[in-house]
């Protein structure tokens, strides 16, 4: 069993960045791929970024490329989520996803385990 608490979301206007963290429980961790992926109102669940157990394999949303930089800290359990120059249309709730391999997929069904979210809005 894995438990995941985010944090990190909260007001930003457009162009700013926030951080977000994902603590993870469990000493089988670092075995699973990690992934982020955003919510908003009236919307799909969206995938955002997907790391790899060991952090060498990352992938992203075309959305987001170039701007959001998923990493992971094995030692800390825990994997972050940071996103630069963000637009009014990110405005979310974010959600940290625990795969139960070690490379992980763009789909929601890929993941086994899941946060409770945590706000972000972005104000223009």
């Known amino acids: 069993q894995v438990q995941l608490v985010e944090s990190g979301g909260g007001l930003v206007q457009a162009g700013g960045s926030l951080r977000l963290s994902c603590a993870a429980s469990g000493r089988t961790f670092s075995s699973y791929a990690m992934g982020w992926f955003r919510q908003a109102p009236g919307k799909e669940r969206e995938f955002v970024a997907t790391?790899?157990?060991?952090?060498?394999?990352?992938s992203y949303a075309d959305s987001v490329k170039g701007r959001f930089t998923i990493s992971r800290d094995n030692a800390k359990n825990t994997v972050y989520l940071q996103m630069n120059s963000l637009k009014p249309e990110e405005t979310a709730v974010y959600y940290c996803?625990?795969?139960?391999?070690?490379?992980?997929?763009?789909?929601?069904?890929?993941?086994?385990?899941w946060g409770q979210g945590t706000q972000v809005t972005v104000s223009s």
């Open positions: 996803a625990a795969s139960g391999t070690y490379y992980g997929s763009r789909s929601s069904g890929g993941y086994a385990y």
């Open positions: 790391i790899s157990w060991s952090g060498g394999s990352t």
